[in-house]
């Protein structure tokens, strides 16, 4: 390996153990207590040096934020691919967001962090439009699985697609938000269990898209 090669190899790695710090200190301690100091100390860095990675407070939060992301679409684009011809898509898509909450909880949580939090971003900056683009083509791939769907006559053709994807998407991670908090007192009021409550959602959701 030469010079250059092993220099930009130790730039990907210390940018990874800053941002792997700051995830850290993000979900211990919270968006109060997230600052470039504060990560800087995690990493055992100068601030200076998370400056050489990272533009401000917002850049590292948003970085955080897209991986969040990422790896939400790589999870459900998985399960798609995996998933038996005879079996619902749209199913697919609201059992992969109940794993993606089961094997990254703390990404999930993020999410609705950042809802009641909005990051400042630059929309020009490079990272906000490819994360606006990984946004669009995975919306794009589920308005076309909305539509094979209506073309083998499983969903109603009347339904308007990008309002009804947008409206299931807001649903089920609330949902999931909803059970992972009072799934306790519900079981002991109600006796249901999260498997319960997940498979009549999907079951309810599936039959009102359903063709009568």
């Known amino acids: 390996m ?3 090669e092993r220099k930009e190899r130790e730039k990907e790695r210390r940018r990874a153990d800053i941002l792997a710090s700051a995830e850290h200190l993000l979900f211990q301690h919270g968006l109060e207590h997230f600052t ?3 990560v800087a100390n995690e990493a055992e860095v ?3 040096t998370v400056y050489l990675y990272f533009k401000n407070k917002e850049d590292l939060l948003f970085t955080i934020f897209n991986k969040g992301h990422q790896l939400l679409y790589e999870l459900i684009d998985q399960d798609f691919n995996q998933a038996p011809d005879n079996e619902s898509k749209l199913a697919t898509f609201f059992n992969a967001v109940v794993k993606y909450q089961k094997q990254y909880p703390d990404y999930f949580n993020m999410l609705f962090l950042f809802m009641a939090n909005p990051i400042p971003v630059d929309t ?4 906000f439009k490819e994360h606006c683009e990984v946004d669009q083509v995975f919306l794009k791939k589920w308005i076309g699985v909305m539509q094979k769907e ?3 006559g499983i969903i109603r053709r009347d339904i308007n697609t990008i309002p009804t994807l947008l409206i299931l998407w807001m649903q089920i991670i ?3 938000k909803m059970v992972s908090v009072e799934l306790p007192l519900l079981h002991e009021q109600f006796g249901v269990t999260e498997q319960n409550l997940f498979e009549e959602y999907i079951d309810l959701t599936l039959r009102g898209l359903a063709v009568q």
């Not at 020009?124 to 990272?127: I, Q, T």
């Open 2 to 4: 030469g010079i250059i």
């Open 36 to 38: 470039v100091e504060g």
């Open 46 to 48: 100068s601030k200076a």
């Open 124 to 127: 020009n900056d490079p990272a």
């Open 150 to 152: 209506q073309e083998r």
């Open 174 to 176: 609330v949902l999931i």
